[in-house]
């Protein structure tokens, strides 16, 4: 089938790009013509534009913006060429949500997915069209791959209007369990499953091949710090986790989404911010630790059967508390408010538990979860 998938894929953000890429490549390579609609979100993709100018009454952003202009020119041009080289992206750009319904006359179905194109904070607290696929024809089918909300209820005032967009849906998948109970409990008429991120849909020895990554044999081992919400808001777990490596030894590889302030914490560690995909998974795959507040670095240090941790960061702990949940592996969040003791330091727990994970039994749990979700799609066939 002719397949139109709408999802985040114009953000300079990694998880982003890699589950857009990997949705679409798993469905062409189950023998389907899918590509991403060239839609472009501008109230998602405005946060990682070089210059905020959207934000300008506040200083603190035009401060960041100055601090970050080599990083996020960086990030942009390899973001760009990622792309170009790896995104099936249809031609024709589209920015309004009116033009929307030529796309019926180029696809057969279309899929919303995956990420968190449900979020309303994200959405602006308004259903938008092109998410909700309100523009395709009843002949078309739609789909709604294992979406997220993250943790924002629906606006009371939208739940009239949110029952109406998705009644039409031929499936609608969750990425989290919990939204699905959430959904479920305001419309029970309603019937909902769960499907895993896209990044779980290929083994590790896809990205590997495709992306050309190396294992290296290095002389020094390293940590690798994906930091978002910028220095200022993490300070306290980029501070553990560089103790923790100045201890046993390791070097630091990170990346930041923003620098919102010049501090020597992370002197003497790499900088590799605004890197490639491509490379941001080499860097994962052939780190020694992975310590991130961000639900995809997780998903990938799981794919790659790297030893990790996550921190809490608001917003998104819903999302990998879901994810490690599933796996077992509740014991590697780490929420630094409930510490009993500021000496405490719960990465050596970490790094012990990750010791004893028996990642034979993780990765068929993985199997599993793939196994019903990749049936999920059997949908196409029957409708050809």
Known sequence: M????????????????????????????????????????????RQYMVLRLYSYYYFPVIKTDILSLKMHLRRRKNFKSFRNNYLHISS?????????????????????GSDQIWNFTILNNKINKAFFLQFAEKSKLKIAYAVSMGDNPIPVKLLKSFKSAIKDFNLISFRENSTKQ????????????????PVFLHKKEFYIKTFKIIKCKQDTKYIFLYILGGLKRNLDWIKLSINFA????????????????VSSLLKGCYDVSGTSPTNFLSLLMNANFVMSNSFH???????????????????????????????????????????????ENPLYYAMLYNKNIDYNKVNNFIEKMCYKSQNLF???DSKK
């Open 2 to 45: 002719r397949i139109g998938i709408l999802t985040f894929h114009r953000s300079d953000n990694y998880g982003s790009v890699l589950q857009a890429f990997a949705l679409c490549e798993y469905l062409r390579g189950i023998g389907q013509e899918a590509e991403i609609v060239n839609y472009e979100y501008w109230y998602d993709c």
């Open 92 to 112: 024709k750009k589209i920015i309004h949500t009116r033009t929307l319904k030529s796309l019926n006359k180029k696809y057969d179905a279309f899929i919303a």
């Open 182 to 197: 959430y959904i479920e409990s305001i419309f029970p008429e309603m019937n909902f499953c769960t499907a895993c991120d």
């Open 246 to 261: 100045i201890q046993n030894k390791y070097a630091v590889y990170y990346i930041l989404d923003k620098k919102d302030m």
């Open 297 to 343: 670095a997780t998903a990938f240090s799981i794919i790659f059967n790297i030893p990790f941790v996550v921190f809490g960061r608001n917003g998104s702990n819903f999302r990998m508390k879901n994810l490690l949940s599933y796996l077992n592996m509740e014991q590697l969040f780490i929420d630094l408010t409930k510490l009993t003791s500021p000496k």
């Open 378 to 380: 059997s949908l196409l």
